[in-house]
Structures are given as structure tokens and as C-alpha cells.
């Protein structure tokens, strides 16, 4: 059964700094590419950011682009999003799961940025 645990997430004040963590079991963590997703009341879930199957390669939304950045421990199947400079614009709630062929979604962290 999968299971992808998300956490980390709270209150900041606009510049502040989170770790996002994800932990995932029930596939084999190793053989997928993942990805963080966020989502706001009202709207689509986006995609934040992702990362292939070994962490050579990343790719960020363009709005995030210098202050996220992705990567993953494949021996502790986890997944982190480390966010710097948080802007208001970036509260929502934060989700992991594969970049191709979601699983099931987690209950997501919220993020909330704002003084």
C-alpha cells in the first residue's frame, strides 16, 4: 500500500525558511522520478518541483526558480524541498508523490507565509 507522509510545514514570516520532508513507502522509491506539488483553495494542483530517479537532474517552476530547492535520500525513501525567501504567494498545501503516474495523495503540509 502506498503511503507518502508529508511534513514540515507551519507559519512564516515572508522571507523565512521551511524544510519540507516526505516519507514514502509501498514502490520502490528508487526507480521513480518524484516531484513537490502545491495547492491553493480554488485551484489546480501545480507542480512545484522534481527530481529524477537519482537527484542528478532537477526542475522548478519558474516562480521558485533560486529559492527551492528539491532532492532525496533513496536509502530512507524521502523526499525534501528545502524553501528560502518564502514569499505570501507560496501559501498552500505542499504534496509529494511521483512526477509520472501519481499514487494515491497524502494529506499534505500546510504552508502559510504571511506577517
Known amino acids: 500500500q502506498v503511503q507518502l507522509v508529508e511534513s514540515g510545514g507551519g507559519l512564516v514570516e515572508p522571507g523565512g525558511s521551511l524544510r519540507l520532508s516526505c516519507a514514502v513507502s509501498?514502490?520502490?522509491?528508487?526507480?521513480?522520478?518524484m516531484a513537490w506539488y502545491r495547492q491553493t483553495p480554488g485551484k489546480e494542483r501545480e507542480l512545484v518541483a522534481s527530481i529524477d530517479l537519482d537527484g542528478g537532474t532537477t526542475s522548478y517552476k519558474d516562480s521558485v526558480k533560486g529559492r527551492f530547492t528539491i532532492s532525496r535520500d533513496n536509502l530512507m525513501n524521502s523526499l525534501y524541498l528545502q524553501m528560502n525567501n518564502l514569499k505570501p504567494e507560496d501559501t498552500a498545501v505542499y504534496y509529494c508523490n511521483k512526477r509520472f503516474g501519481t499514487s494515491n495523495w497524502g494529506q499534505g503540509t500546510q504552508v502559510t507565509v504571511s506577517s
Open positions: 509501498g514502490f520502490t522509491f528508487g526507480n521513480y522520478g
